[in-house]
């Protein structure tokens, strides 16, 4: 496995004059490792994970340039191939890439949601979106009703947002 620091810095290079999205990825990648240590991920899972954590929006400057916007399909179309370019690079397991290239290529849809990294890798990312979105509380508690499946991302969820504990 890989230490994801490379990464980190690969990425911020990546995004170099994207201020928000350097931020963006940081804090889903900081939420990912929470929410994964505290539902006891294995470390193999973990990793891949944390890894896709980082490179989740990678889609978003191509599809700034290519439809001018950074609509969540774009993003699954474009990101998996351009982080498999990186990963390759920077010399991620074939296994681990074409992990890291699924949860990309699916981290905007919500249904049939297989396998703990990809619940945490949404929930994570929600974590994030909600706030820099300002979102409402009344959105807060709809996406912790319907989205997070983790005892730890709801917990988080709840207490970041101020919500009523679930009955």
Do not use: W
Request: aromatic content about 8%; glycine content about 6%.
């Amino acid at each position: 496995m890989n230490d994801n620091e490379e990464l980190i810095q690969a990425m911020i290079d990546y995004d170099t004059g994207m201020p928000k999205q350097i931020q963006h990825f940081l804090k889903v990648y900081e939420f990912a490792h929470l929410i994964a240590i505290g539902e006891k991920l294995p470390e193999d899972i973990r990793q891949t994970l944390e890894t896709a954590a980082i490179v989740h929006d990678i889609g978003i400057r191509n599809s700034l340039k290519i439809y001018g916007d950074s609509d969540g399909k774009h993003q699954e179309q474009l990101g998996p191939a351009e982080a498999r370019t990186l990963l390759v690079r920077l010399g991620y397991p074939q296994e681990q890439i074409q992990r890291v290239e699924f949860l990309i290529g699916h981290h905007h849809t919500y249904s049939h949601i297989e396998g703990d990294d990809y619940q945490i890798l949404v929930e994570a990312d929600f974590l994030v979106n909600l706030y820099e979105d300002q979102e409402s509380e009344q959105a807060a508690e709809r996406v912790r009703e319907k989205i997070f499946r983790t005892k730890t991302g709801k917990d988080i969820c709840t207490r970041m947002f101020g919500l009523k504990p679930e009955t």
